[in-house]
C-alpha cells in the first residue's frame, strides 16, 4: 500500500485554505490534507499525527506561525518537516526572520502558484524517497529477523540430534557457549557477526561425536592435546562436514574443523599451529577443554583452570587461557575472590590492590597479583597499554 503524505495547513481564511487545498489536491494523489485553524490545535496534532509537511499563515488568532516554526525546529524528531509560511502582510522582515528560525519556503499572498507547487513537488519526492528506504529498511530487519530465527531453529535441531546420542550434552554446551562469547566480546576485536559465529561454533562443536560408537560417546577427543582413541581423529571432519551442509555456516564450518589444532601445531586434523587456528576456534577449543575436565573428569575448577593456564601456548593460545582464566575466577563460586572488582585502566587509583596478574595481548606480564598500585605504576602501565593493549580487565580489591 502506498504511503500518504500528511500535509497541515494552518489558515484562518477560509477562501485561501481552499485556495492551497485545491492547487494541492489537483497536483498530488498521493496526500492527505488537514485543516487547522489555530497554533494551540495545530500543535497538538503534530506531536501525534507527525505530519510532513505543515503549510502555515504567518498569523493566526492565536499567534504567529514562527513561534511554532521556532518550537518545530528545536525538536530533533520534527528535523525532517517541511515547514512554509504563507504571508500576506508583504512585509520582508518576516520572511527574514522565519528564514532565520529554519522555513522551507516562505510565500507572499497572492501566491505563485508555479513556484509554489514545484517547491511542494520537491518536497513530496524527497519525503517519497525517505518513506521508500525506510519500508526497505522495515523489510531488511524483518528479513534479518526471520534469518535469525531459522538460524536458532537449526541450532535447536541440531541439538536435539546431539541430546538423542548425547543426553547431557546440552547443558554443559550452553556453558560453553556462555563461556565462549564472553571471552569473544571482552577480547574486543571482533565484529557482531564473528561473535555470533564463536557462539554458534560452541554449540556445534560435539557435531562429529554423532558418529561415534557407544563406548565412546563420553569420553573426550583429547586429553593433554592427544586423541583418547584413533577413532576420534575423523571427529573434527565429521562435524565440518555435517555444519558445512547449511550455507550460512560456512565459516562456522570451518571452525568447527580446527577446534582440536594444538596451538604447537600438533594437533588434528591439519596440524596448524598458532595463528594459523581460527581464533573462534582457539576460544572454543580452550573452552570445551575446561568444562570437559569439569564435567568428564570430575576435576575442580582449580584444578581444571589450571591445567589450561599450564598448557597455554602448547595446546590453548595464551590471551584465549587468560581470558578463560578471568572468566571462570568471577563465576565459578570456589574461584571467586572476596570483594573483587573488574575496572578499566582509567578507572584505576593509587592504593588499589590488585587481585590477579596484568597481562598484554601480546603475553607482557605487566602486574603480578596481590600489588599495591602507585600513581607511577598506573602510569606506567597505562603508557605500555597505549601500545601493547591490555587483556581484558584489571582485577582488585574493592
Known amino acids: 500500500m502506498e504511503n500518504k503524505i500528511k500535509i497541515f495547513v494552518a489558515c484562518d481564511d477560509k477562501k485561501n485554505f481552499n485556495d492551497i487545498s485545491n492547487h494541492l489536491q ?71 526572520i522565519s528564514y532565520t528560525y529554519g ?14 507547487l514545484s517547491k511542494i513537488s520537491s518536497f513530496i519526492r524527497h519525503i517519497s524517497y525517505q518513506l521508500e528506504i525506510s519500508n526497505e529498511n522495515a523489510l531488511l530487519i524483518q528479513l534479518a529477523e526471520e534469518l535469525e530465527q531459522e538460524i536458532q531453529d537449526m541450532i535447536k535441531l541440531s541439538i536435539k540430534f546431539l541430546q538423542a546420542r548425547i543426553p547431557s550434552s546440552y547443558e ?17 576485536n571482533l565484529s557482531n557477526e564473528e561473535i555470533r559465529d564463536v557462539e554458534i561454533t560452541a554449540f556445534l562443536s560435539y557435531a562429529g561425536r554423532i558418529f561415534l560408537p557407544d563406548n ?14 584413533p577413532i576420534m581423529n575423523q571427529v573434527p571432519i565429521s562435524g565440518s562436514e555435517i555444519v558445512s551442509s547449511v550455507r550460512r555456516f560456512k565459516n562456522v564450518a570451518l571452525y568447527v574443523r580446527h577446534i582440536y589444532e594444538n596451538f604447537d601445531g ?3 586434523p ?19 577443554d575446561y568444562e570437559e575436565y569439569r564435567t568428564i573428569q570430575k576435576k575442580s575448577a582449580t584444578n581444571a583452570i589450571g591445567m589450561i593456564m599450564r598448557e597455554s601456548q602448547r595446546l590453548y593460545d595464551n590471551r584465549v587461557a587468560i581470558l578463560l582464566e578471568q572468566y571462570v575466577t568471577s563465576y565459578e563460586q570456589e574461584l571467586k575472590i572476596k570483594d573483587e572488582i573488574a575496572l578499566n585502566l582509567l578507572e584505576l587509583k593509587p592504593g588499589m590492590i590488585t587481585t590477579r596478574a596484568i597481562y598484554t595481548e601480546k603475553g607482557l606480564k605487566l602486574v603480578p597479583q596481590g600489588v599495591n598500585l602507585t600513581e607511577s605504576t598506573i602510569s606506567k602501565i597505562i603508557n605500555i597499554a597505549s601500545s601493547d593493549s591490555i587483556l581484558g580487565y584489571v582485577y582488585v580489591k574493592h
Open 26 to 96: 489537483d497536483k498530488f494523489n498521493n496526500i492527505d490534507i488537514f485543516k487547522f485553524d489555530t497554533l494551540k490545535s495545530i500543535s497538538l496534532s503534530i506531536l501525534n499525527d507527525k505530519p510532513q509537511i505543515i503549510i502555515c499563515d504567518i498569523n493566526l488568532p492565536d499567534g504567529s506561525s514562527i513561534d511554532l516554526l521556532k518550537k518545530v525546529r528545536s525538536e530533533g524528531k520534527n528535523k525532517n518537516l517541511y515547514f512554509v509560511i504563507i504571508d500576506n502582510s508583504n512585509d520582508s522582515k518576516y520572511k527574514s
Open 216 to 229: 565412546l560417546l563420553k569420553s573426550p577427543v583429547m586429553i593433554t592435546g592427544k586423541t583418547t582413541d
Open 103 to 116: 522555513v522551507d519556503d516562505h510565500f507572499f499572498i497572492p501566491i505563485d502558484w508555479e513556484q509554489f
Open 172 to 188: 554443559m554446551l550452553k556453558r560453553v557457549a556462555a563461556s565462549s562469547v564472553w571471552i569473544a566480546q571482552t577480547y574486543g
Open 266 to 268: 600438533s594437533g588434528i
Open 270 to 288: 591439519d596440524r596448524l599451529q598458532s595463528w594459523q587456528i581460527p581464533f573462534a576456534s582457539r576460544i572454543v577449543r580452550a573452552v570445551l
